[in-house]
């Protein structure tokens, strides 16, 4: 699909709905100044797997890998993924259902092996992002800059990643009072350098007692540590920047969200994005026939354990009043 221009961005079918801020926003209130030991540590935990896998991936390729690492870099794929999809956002942020204590630590702890930061900063930030969603006050919104080609490329790159290294941080005490209030989630919170460490080095310890060989530690550190660190990264950080910039928006929402079929499965099905900020707080994106939602699936299996509870699935009548067309 064609990404959105000048001419094209617009409130099509909502009226409310807001249009590119085209300026970055002033800070305010909503955001806290970053202790400069935090950002530099910021950076390391980011461009460590990059300028790693740069260097080493033409190397490495094709002379050490094996199915350990393949399979130790699958499962703790997704298990930072579901951490990040089902806790961080799904249950943390938006109180899609509730859960018991055990499962809210679980999730926890593997949200924060995703390495996207501490539990309570994420959940601030993102319940920040859908407060102001591509208006002033959005800390990654690809709209920041304008709409023209130029700007939407800077935007695009800011909304990735770029907005990671801003020291304005999201002031925590205002979005996230009610996690702050919880001490095992804040302690969680706190831990968050050990939870990083972990899900860098573990793969290697597992790697290396399953081989019973030095060899068989780095290769899964590296395939399994820093290679799928970094996909699971720019997967995650491209429903910032791809689904606000392209794709499809069958449903009504105040912003540019859209649906981006061909992240669904690598994103868990964060990526059916439209009906997720058309229905924040609904515990399935994917709605549609057709729509892929693994995370959604998980809920539905801790429902049936009885893990979790009060669960916000969202009726069809409910999605059929949030359709773009819906009457009025």
């Known amino acids: 699909m064609t990404p959105p221009t000048a001419t094209t961005v617009r409130p099509s079918h909502d009226s409310t709905k807001a249009a590119p801020a085209g300026r970055a926003p002033a800070p305010t209130l909503d955001a806290e100044r970053l202790p400069l030991a935090q950002y530099l540590v910021l950076y390391v935990y980011v461009l460590f797997p990059i300028v790693a896998i740069i260097a080493a991936v033409p190397l490495a390729w094709g002379s050490f890998i094996g199915w350990v690492d393949i399979a130790l870099g699958v499962v703790f794929y997704f298990v930072g993924l579901l951490g990040i999809t089902v806790g961080f956002h799904r249950h943390f942020t938006h109180g899609s259902f509730k859960a018991k204590m055990p499962l809210r630590v679980a999730l926890g702890i593997a949200g924060s092996m995703a390495i996207q930061g501490p539990l309570l900063q994420w959940v601030a930030d993102h319940r920040r992002h859908h407060a102001y969603s591509d208006r002033d006050g959005d800390p990654h919104s690809p709209w920041r800059y304008g709409t023209s080609a130029g700007a939407l490329a800077k ?33 969680v919170s706190r831990l968050f350098g050990l939870w990083a460490l972990l899900s860098l080095f573990l793969p290697a310890i597992i790697g290396g007692l399953v081989t019973w060989s030095w060899m068989g530690a780095v290769t899964a550190f590296f395939w399994a540590g820093l290679v799928r660190l970094f996909l699971l990264q720019h997967v995650t950080w491209s429903i910032n920047s791809i689904c606000h910039a392209v794709g499809e928006r069958p449903f009504s929402s105040r912003d540019m969200s859209a649906n981006y079929w061909p992240l669904a499965i690598l994103s868990a099905g964060e990526s059916w994005h439209n009906l997720h900020h058309a229905d924040p707080t609904a515990a399935r994106h994917g709605v549609m026939r057709g729509q892929i939602d693994m995370s959604a699936r ?28 819906a009457p009025a």
């Open 298 to 325: 998980l809920i539905w299996v801790f429902e049936k354990l009885g893990w979790a509870h009060n669960v916000k699935w969202p009726s069809p009548e409910r999605v059929k009043a949030k359709l773009a067309d």
């Open 155 to 187: 935007g695009l790159f800011w909304a990735h990643v770029g907005w990671i290294f801003d020291r304005e941080r999201t002031n925590k005490e205002r979005f996230a009072p009610d996690l702050i209030k919880n001490t095992a989630l804040n302690r």
